[in-house]
């Protein structure tokens, strides 16, 4: 078995390259082609942490792919990362391991901003030419690049609970896109159409009665029960509330503390991103739809982000 350390990978992986692995993975979902196991969460709520296990088979790889993300929060008092995982892939003809990348979660967060370029193609207004970003870190930093990646945005605004870390990330986008920092997040959420926060909050940051009519919202940073992004009213107001996979997002998404407190039923769920992907149902039809994605990260974006590396890579 070959081992791929982090430095040989990280930044390697254009974000377009990214996208359009991601892109596949869900086509292949939303065909029912992929074969994926539910992920399997460990809530380790007394360190505090928690750990993943994802994985997925995509027809046409090379592969079988695991993957293993944990978060230890403690960690960054520790002058530690607060996030790490491997991938371990194995031979899709033998089940003989073939390569363990030792990503450090850098595949993680990248997959999980391709996922946010993905919806924003399929449910953003057209012609939004500004975005608010809501979370600066590791995940936020590279879906800020994918929401430029995607979008002809002519400006960028950071809004992060650590000012600091917004301040350090708007500093890198600027050289990129001009890129400004939001003292308040109620008055940025009312002004902004195009909506990405991708954090870790265990409380809802944006409410339903900041969101305009005509606004897209993509949240991505919900994939354990105690995680919410949303307000329960604003996500049972969406006109459509796309899931990356029903089943994970009933469980642990901001649909999952929707139907909790029973804003909302399940059949209010409009479609998968597999369903978009494959042009099974339309995404923003009309201006003035509030369209919400529940992202809460699904195995076959580890899988297609891993043979992106193996082909990019040349493994």
Request: net charge neutral; charged share 25%.
């Amino acid at each position: 078995m070959r081992v791929v350390p982090l430095e040989a990978i990280r930044d390697k992986i254009p974000m377009a390259v990214a996208i359009a692995a991601v892109e596949r993975g869900f086509r292949a979902m939303g065909r029912g082609e992929a074969l994926l196991p539910d992920p399997m969460v460990f809530e380790l709520p007394d360190i505090p942490a928690e750990v993943h296990v994802k994985g997925a088979r995509i027809p046409g790889g090379r592969h079988i792919v695991l993957k293993l993300a944990t978060g230890f929060y403690k960690n960054r008092d520790r002058g530690l990362p607060s996030g790490d995982g491997l991938f371990l892939l194995l031979d899709a003809d033998t089940g003989v391991p073939d390569l363990l990348l030792e990503e450090h979660g850098y595949l993680t967060d990248l997959r999980t901003a391709a996922a946010v370029a993905l919806t924003l193609k399929y449910l953003a207004p057209a012609d939004a030419r500004e975005a608010l970003l809501v979370g600066a870190g590791a995940v936020g930093r590279l879906t800020a690049r994918a929401i430029v990646a995607e979008r002809p945005i002519e400006r960028l605004t950071i809004w992060n609970r650590t000012p600091e870390r917004a301040e350090m990330l708007a500093r890198e986008m600027t050289t990129i896109v001009p890129t400004r920092l939001a003292q308040s997040l109620g008055p940025e959420v009312r002004r902004h159409r195009l909506v990405v926060t991708c954090t870790a909050s265990t409380t809802p940051l944006i409410k339903s009665e900041w969101v305009m009519a005509g606004t897209h919202i993509t949240s991505a940073g919900t994939g354990s029960p105690e995680k919410v992004e949303l307000e329960p009213a604003l996500v049972a107001r969406a006109d459509k509330l796309v899931a990356d996979r029903v089943s994970q997002t009933e469980r642990y998404g901001n649909l999952h503390h929707a139907l909790a407190a029973g804003a909302m039923s399940k059949p209010k769920v409009y479609a998968e991103l597999g369903d978009l992907a494959v042009g099974r149902l339309p995404g923003r039809d009309t201006p003035n739809e509030i369209t919400i994605a529940d992202l809460t990260g699904v195995g076959v974006q580890d899988a297609a982000i891993a043979q992106a590396v193996v082909e990019v890579l040349g493994l």
